[in-house]
Each structure stands twice: as structure tokens, then as C-alpha cells.
């Protein structure tokens, strides 16, 4: 079953039905012939950044890196099929065409699975309302005081897990890469909650694995906006994300219209596509059980031991490759299947159940553990009435994984930029070992709530504990320039500057061993208050300035 929003308060979605002429067909193949790519020329089909990972976690690159045999594909084009998907981590094809003897005569197809379509009903398409509550889920409304943003309403859902204070030492995200992967970001292009990240270039890519539909579109779901929003989303005073500051890949894998095994392959398109575009951490508020248009696709708990259904094993080859990947647990708690979904089941996925504001178990949350004894989920966050953007402007509340992930994934960004030489698996152990259960973790929550400062000082990483950077800035009130002067020389500093209502000003690098250098700003740069980061190869501090 998949669990986009089980228990979405005010959000209701209605069924739409097409589909197309001509049978799709899942098509699993031998090997991986290729006279085109070879593992000794990688950057043929990864990205520098990609392969930066790689190379950082001592990761080899191996025959799941290599792309899907090009000839393979050629010969069942020729054989009158469109190739609609190419998924190297499975080796596999996504046809459609008429009739699988055809695919079963290649002597490179392993396997043939018929995915059947329901035929189109009128015109019907999905629909979303919202209605936002009278009482809303507000505990703890924040005003900046000495926080670095004003978190408005979703002032409680980053305050349990004491993310305001990893923002508040100048961790929130800048230079981490999220993949979102989704059922559809409508309206994001124009929603006001999402202007910083388009004024700061943070929304990078997007990307339809389902089909050419654009991710914005109206017709399709809004359930990535609002996922997108508690972690990207910036209107202060009503709602800042958990990783306001972190660059995003926005990808759609998931037709919430029906429910089909195919959209797990889409899944593991859309994860190969976040690590070859070198994304560090990837979002899914997605998941598949048991409810399936076609019976014999259907999962059973058995299958949810980490090694069976297609998500999860592309889930685990993205943690291979270095990936963190953030899966909501589900949201089937109440139901007869009442534990946690693929790929929440991964041994390195990590999966996040949800709380309510006052941080207490909600009963809709998947519970665990896996069929083979495994505790799930990892931790939890908040997923009863959290605050997320609404497609009208302004926020409103929804409950679900789906918003605990997020924010978590938000989070999860905020503290590796502060560690970037962690890998996924000691980030993953390290946020556990800081969260409230982590002596005594259950089946609801795992270890429970994670407490990111302290991932932070167990680490030294808190400028709290100590200050990374040691600098001076002046004159502070500022006319058109500052002095940057620095305890230490380094080889390279790269600086940012930017407004509280988050658009940068002025960003550069500045190489070559120095202590002290100077930003010329504009004379016409507004008078008011701007905040001044400096960044070294593995920390981070940043400095209120004042242009008078």
C-alpha cells in the first residue's frame, strides 16, 4: 500500500483512472554487454560530485555502476517496444509495447513481468483540498529572540529535536544536496514559501520517472509540496524548514492515482538519478505493502526482511553508493497490515516514525520490526499535525510520516554539513546514539527522538564547545565594505552574505594562505541586517553584520 498520506488532516484525494493502449512489461536482463562503458572511465555516467563521494567513503566504483547494456536496449526498440525506463542497479527495462513473446525470445532477458493498466474512466483526475484547522497544532510559537530564524507555527517540530539550535551556530544546510523523491511538486513554481530557494538557485533539477508531465503541474499531487516545505520552505514568522540553506533535486517517482509495482522501479530510477547527479542524502515519503491494483504484486510481511522487494534493494544499493536515505516508517498503524513498508524495511535505510507535538507516540505510525527481527523504525520526529506550506499560501497542518521523514532529512543535512567527513551508516549510528529511547528503543519509535545539538557536541563539532573559525569582522555597523581577519591561515575560505529573508548578496572564495580579507559591497545594498558566513574545508562559522 502506498503511503503517501494515510492520515493527512484536511487533505483529501480522489482516485484517478487512465491509462494507455499499449502493455507495460518489466524486463530483467542477463547482463550488462557494453562496448560504450567501463568501469575504468566512470565519469562517462557519474557526475564529479558523484564520484567526489565515492572517493571520499572509499567507495569502488562496480558492475551496478555500469549503465544498462545500450545494445540490449537498441535490439528491443527494433523489436518495435519503447524503452520508457533504463534501472542499472536492478539490470532492468521499463517496455511498452504489444505482447511479451517477443521480449522472451532475447537470449539476454531473464524475466518478463506484465504490469497490466486500468483503462481510462471519462476524464476524471486527482484532486486536493485543504482545509486548515481552527485550533492548529501550535506548541511552543517562536518569535526570533536569539534564534537565527522565526520559525512561526513550525517553531515545535524543529524545536523537539533542538534543530533551531544547530541553525542558530550557522548549520542549515548550505552545500548539502537532498533528492526529494515523490508523488508530484504542485504549484511549487509559484508558492511564496518556496521564492528563497528559486532566488538562490537551490531547486536544481527536476525530474519525471512516472511520465512527461511537468513535477509543477496542477493535475498532479501536492504531496511533495508540502514535504518540500518542512524542509526547504522559508516564510518567517510562519514556517523555516529544517534545511532552509541545502540544495534540492525535485524528482517524481510515484503516480498517486493508482498503485502499481512499476512504481518501485520508478523508485530505483530516481535513486540512480540522485546518485549520479551526487546527491548526499534522498527524501522518500513513499512506501508499498500491500495494496496493489493487481493482487499478485501485493508484499507480505515476510517480504519485509531488507532483501525482497525491488525499493528496498535499490534503496540499500543507494546506501552502498554512499547515499543517507530518510524513508517515513508509514502510516499503516491502525490498519490490519499495521508495520512498516518497503523500503522503510532497509538495514541501511533510515526510517522515522512520528510523534505528535507533545512528542507522544501517534497510533497511525508504522511499527516494527522487520519480518527478520530488525528494530524499526530508526527515530522519530514529528507527523501529527505538523506545520507544511498550503497550495493557497501560508501554512497549514498535515499528519503522516510523510512530514516526520522530512523534517528528519532536513535535519540529517544540517548536521552533516557540520561533519562532511562522516559517512551515511556513522551519521545514521552517530544521531542514534544521541536520541531518547537509545537505551531502551521500542518497535513504535526505535531510538526515539534525536536530539541534533548533541550530535553536534559528541562530536566538537558545536561552536558551542568550540569555535571552528576564529575571526573578526569590522567595521560592524558596515558602510560598503567589511575586514575579514582570521586567528589561523587557510588555504581556502569560501564566504557567503546574505539578507534574513535568506537571498544571498555576495559569495566567493577566496584561495592562496591568508589571515585577513576584504568584501566590497555595494553602496547601494540596502541599510539593515545581513548575515556573514565563512566556511573552511570542514567548518562553518557565521556573524551578524550590519550595513548603517
Known amino acids: 500500500m502506498k503511503q503517501v498520506i ?27 554487454k557494453s562496448d560504450k562503458y567501463t568501469k575504468s572511465q566512470p565519469e562517462a555516467f557519474l557526475s564529479e560530485k558523484a564520484l567526489e563521494r565515492r572517493a571520499r567513503n572509499g567507495i569502488s566504483i562496480d558492475d551496478k555502476d555500469l549503465p544498462v547494456s545500450p545494445e540490449y536496449v537498441s535490439r528491443v526498440r527494433k523489436a518495435g ?3 520508457t525506463n533504463r534501472i542499472k542497479w536492478l539490470n532492468t527495462l521499463i517496455v511498452e509495447g504489444q505482447g511479451e513473446q517477443d521480449l522472451e525470445t532475447f537470449n539476454f532477458v531473464e524475466s518478463v513481468t506484465s504490469v497490466p493498466r486500468q483503462k481510462p474512466e471519462g476524464e476524471q483526475k486527482p484532486f486536493f483540498a485543504a482545509e486548515k484547522q481552527s485550533d492548529g497544532p501550535m506548541h511552543g510559537k517562536s518569535v526570533r529572540g536569539d534564534n537565527e530564524y522565526e520559525y512561526g507555527d513550525g517553531y515545535n517540530q524543529i524545536a523537539m529535536l533542538n534543530g533551531h539550535l544547530v541553525h542558530n551556530q550557522g548549520y542549515d544546510g548550505e552545500g548539502m544536496t537532498i533528492a526529494v523523491l515523490d508523488a508530484g511538486f504542485m504549484e511549487v513554481d509559484e508558492i511564496a514559501a518556496f521564492d528563497s530557494l528559486w532566488a538562490n538557485e537551490q531547486i536544481i ?25 518542512t524542509m526547504g520552505g522559508y516564510l518567517p514568522g510562519e514556517l523555516v524548514g529544517t534545511a532552509p540553506k541545502a540544495d534540492y533535486h525535485l524528482v517524481r517517482t510515484e503516480d498517486a492515482s493508482d498503485e502499481y509495482l512499476m512504481e518501485e522501479y520508478y523508485w530505483v530510477d530516481g535513486s540512480e538519478y540522485a546518485d549520479s547527479i551526487g546527491a548526499d542524502i534522498i527524501n522518500s515519503s513513499l512506501g508499498y505493502t ?19 522487494t525491488p525499493v528496498t534493494i535499490g534503496a540499500d544499493v543507494a546506501a552502498e553508493k554512499g547515499i543517507l536515505v530518510v524513508n517515513s516508517a508509514g502510516n499503516s ?12 524495511d532497509g538495514d541501511s535505510v ?24 530488525r528494530l524499526k523504525p530508526n527515530v522519530a520526529a514529528k507527523g501529527s499535525g505538523a506545520t507544511v506550506a498550503s497550495s493557497w499560501g501560508g501554512v497549514t497542518y498535515a499528519s503522516g510520516t510523510s512530514f516526520s521523514s522530512p523534517i528528519t532529512a532536513g535535519m540529517v543535512a544540517s548536521v552533516w554539513q557540520a561533519m562532511p567527513e562522516k559517512s551515511n551508516m556513522e551519521l545514521i549510528e552517530l544521531i542514534q546514539e544521541n536520541s531518547h529511547q537509545y537505551s531502551d528503543p521500542d518497535t513504535l519509535l526505535g531510538y526515539g527522538l534525536p536530539d541534533y545539538n548533541a550530535v553536534l557536541n559528541a562530536t566538537g563539532t558545536s561552536l558551542e564547545q568550540k569555535e571552528a573559525i576564529a575571526l573578526s569582522v569590522g567595521p560592524n555597523p558596515f558602510d560598503d565594505y567589511i575586514l575579514v581577519e582570521t586567528q589561523n591561515s587557510y588555504e581556502k575560505l569560501t564566504y557567503s552574505i546574505h539578507s534574513v529573508s535568506g537571498k544571498v548578496v555576495s559569495r566567493a572564495t577566496v584561495s592562496s594562505p591568508r589571515k585577513s ?32
Do not use: C
Not at 494515510?6 to 502493455?23: K, M, P, R, S, W
Not at 533539477?205 to 514535504?227: A, Q
Open 81 to 83: 517496444y519503447t524503452v
Open 333 to 344: 498503524g491502525n490498519g490490519e497490515w499495521f508495520y512498516i513498508g518497503a523500503p522503510a
Open 290 to 308: 500491500d495494496g496493489f491494483n493487481d493482487p499478485d504484486n501485493n508484499h507480505t510481511y515476510e517480504d519485509m526482511n531488507g532483501d525482497t
Open 517 to 548: 580579507f576584504r568584501i566590497d559591497l555595494s553602496a547601494k545594498l540596502p541599510e539593515g541586517v545581513y548575515i556573514l558566513r565563512v566556511r573552511s574545508e570542514d567548518h562553518m562559522v557565521a556573524r551578524k553584520i550590519v550595513k548603517k
Open 205 to 229: 533539477d527536476t525530474r519525471n520517472f512516472v511520465n512527461d508531465e511537468d513535477v509543477f503541474s496542477s493535475s498532479i499531487s501536492s504531496h511533495g509540496m508540502m514535504v518540500l516545505s
Open 6 to 32: 494515510t492520515i493527512v488532516l484536511g487533505i483529501f484525494l480522489a482516485t484517478a483512472l487512465y491509462g494507455q493502449d499499449q502493455a507495460r512489461y518489466i524486463v530483467k536482463l542477463t547482463d550488462k
Open 350 to 373: 533510515m526510517a522515522v516514525g512520528a510523534v505528535d507535538g507533545d512528542s507522544n507516540y501517534v497510533s497511525f505510525s508504522s511499527k516494527g520490526p522487520t519480518y527478520d527481527g
